[in-house]
Every structure is written in C-alpha cells, then in structure tokens.
C-alpha cells in the first residue's frame, strides 16, 4: 500500500530540534516551517513563515498553509504553548484528515524516581515543564487515536544543542559543569530523533512512542565522556544531589518499539556526535 504523501507544517522549525526536522524531511514531503526571530535566510526561503506564539493566529496559519500533518516542537511561554496547543486542537476536531505529532518530554514523569516510565505509564510531574507537557498531552489525546502521535523524549543532544554549547561555554569561562551523580537517565541525539519521526511518518503511525536509547546511563559519566569527546581535558564538576538515592529519568518503549534498525545506545549517541569524516 503507498504511504500517504504529507503536506507538512513544523511549528518551531527554527529551532534545534525543530530544525533538525525539517531537514530530514524536506526532501521527502512538501514542508513547511516556522519561525520567530528574523533572518535573512528564512525570510527569502517561500517555505518558512514568521510567527508569534504570543500574537499570531495559529489557525489562519494552518489555513493558508493546508497542511496534512502538523509537527508541534514549539518553545516559549507557557501559558502561551497552551492556548496554542489548544486552538490546534479545537481546528483539528473539524479537520480529521490533519494528523499532529507533538514533542514531549520524559520529565512527564519526573514524579516518578524509582523505575524507567513506559508510554502507558501514569504522568505525573513535580516540575513546571513536566505539567506543561503533560496539559498539552492531554489535550491532543482527546482527538481521534488515529489523529495523533506523542513523541517523548529523554535528553536530546547535537552539536549545535544547547546543552552542548553550555558545556563548552561554562569550560571557557572555568565555571564547573553540573553532574547529577544519582541521576539515572537514557539519552538521544537530533539525529537519531528525526530518523524515528521519519518513520513514524512515512508509515502512518500514530500513538505515545518512546525516542531514546535502550540502555541507561547515569547522568555523570554520559557528561564526563561528552566533556572528553568534547576534548575537555581539565573539565571542573560540580556535584548535584537531589536524593541520596539513585533517581530515574528514562523513557524506555514496551508496547511501540521501533524496527531494530532505529534504536540505539547511549555510546552510539557519543560516536555519532564526533565520528570523524
């Protein structure tokens, strides 16, 4: 059976994650993307439109766009993403032949110290974002099952991340990289990421799925190793206890795995990330 060709709107494609997308998908489907802060680039590029979380109509958007599938990896205030997410949701209530995928987090279930969490698992969060993801959740699943996809994610890195470009700025100002010792985690990279999503994609899959390593690590050696592939030889550290116990922040899949082909460790994530050309 041919696989639906999408019309695809991403909403933060200026982004790193959002950006990341795009470019893996731009040369498969017709896509479009967004953007916030003015560049020259994206201003002559006819696939780019610039919009306002705060101010901008998100369904005039996706109107004049006619997208068959919208991909939400959103930043900005908060209350903000939830009136947006919001009004995505009442348009798509009317539109069944849009499908959404939306970018979560693991911190859904940050509430949750003792064990990975699995995609059926109950969310809760003690943090602002983790409720953040959890409202907007909750509000796309209300759509028909086929309507939408869930993407959780553990910790994304790339080298034009933030987390990577902290690390090396806090190295040049000597100011000690924080290291969670008790902090058990899995972890993915941009690529990998948009490899899954693609996916996802291409065979119409819909449901909560699950983008990280299949092994854990602890927050400490996965950022001492990253230092070191960083070429960070006198890093200084600054410890972190949360708990005096070991504490999980992992997204593991049991019931949407992905073919063999796209899952991957923590090690292929650090390999991937500096492989030599």
């Known amino acids: 059976m041919k696989a639906k060709k999408h019309r695809i709107l991403i909403l933060g494609a200026s982004g790193f994650l959002g950006h990341s997308i795009y470019k893996e998908l731009a040369p498969y489907y017709k896509t479009f993307g967004t953007y916030h802060t003015d560049s020259k680039n994206l201003k002559s590029n006819k696939h780019f439109y610039k919009y306002s979380l705060e101010s901008d109509d998100i369904v005039s958007l996706i109107e004049s766009v006619k997208p068959s599938l919208i991909i939400s990896a959103l930043k900005g205030p908060f209350p903000a993403q939830v009136?947006?997410?919001r009004h995505i949701y009442e348009?798509?209530?009317?539109?069944?032949?849009i499908k959404i995928i939306f970018l979560s987090s693991a911190n859904v279930f940050d509430a949750y110290s003792k064990y990975p969490s699995y995609e059926n698992d109950t969310r809760l969060s003690n943090s602002i974002y983790g409720h953040l993801k959890i409202r907007i959740e909750h509000q796309l699943q209300k759509l028909p099952k086929r309507q939408w996809v869930v993407l959780r994610l553990p910790m994304v890195f790339g080298l034009k991340s933030h987390r990577i470009q902290e690390i090396k700025q806090l190295h040049q100002l000597e100011v000690p990289i924080e290291l969670f010792p008790n902090l058990v985690m899995n972890v993915c990279s941009a690529h990998r990421m948009t490899r899954q999503l693609h996916y996802i994609v291409n065979r119409n899959k819909y449901g909560i799925?699950?983008?990280g390593s299949?092994?854990?690590?602890?927050?400490?050696?996965?950022?001492?190793?990253?230092s070191e592939y960083l070429g960070i030889k006198t890093a200084k550290y600054k410890f972190v206890y949360t708990t005096n116990d070991e504490r999980y922040l992992a997204?593991?899949?049991k019931y949407n795995a992905l073919p063999k082909y796209l899952q991957f460790k923590c090690q292929d994530v650090l390999s991937e990330l500096f492989k030599t050309p």
Do not use: R
């Not at 348009?91 to 032949?97: A, C, E, I, P, T």
């Not at 299949?214 to 996965?222: K, M």
């Open 209 to 211: 799925f699950h983008c």
């Open 251 to 253: 997204v593991l899949p």
């Open 91 to 97: 348009y798509l209530k009317g539109q069944s032949k």
């Open 83 to 85: 009136l947006v997410h």
């Open 214 to 226: 299949t092994d854990l690590v602890h927050h400490e050696d996965f950022i001492k190793d990253l």
